[in-house]
């Protein structure tokens, strides 16, 4: 994960994109078995929601 070098803090945008990514990712997943999808839709999920809670630190 890629850090703001003045603040030292995360990029916030960055793990709502990720989130998003691993949604699409654990849909693919949903015809092979019930476990990866679980997993990876909620690892998106859970990076989503921290991004989104965090948007106002987002750069314009």
Not at 27 to 45: A, D, E, K, Q
Request: proline residues 3%; aromatic residues 16%; glycine residues 16%.
């Amino acid at each position: 994960m890629e850090l703001d070098k003045k603040t030292k803090e995360p990029k916030y945008q960055g793990l709502f994109i990720a989130g998003m990514c691993f949604i699409g990712a654990g849909s693919i997943f949903v015809t092979t078995g019930m476990i990866p999808f679980i997993c990876l839709v909620g690892m998106g999920f859970c990076f989503m929601g921290i991004g989104f809670v965090n948007r106002h630190k987002w750069k314009r």
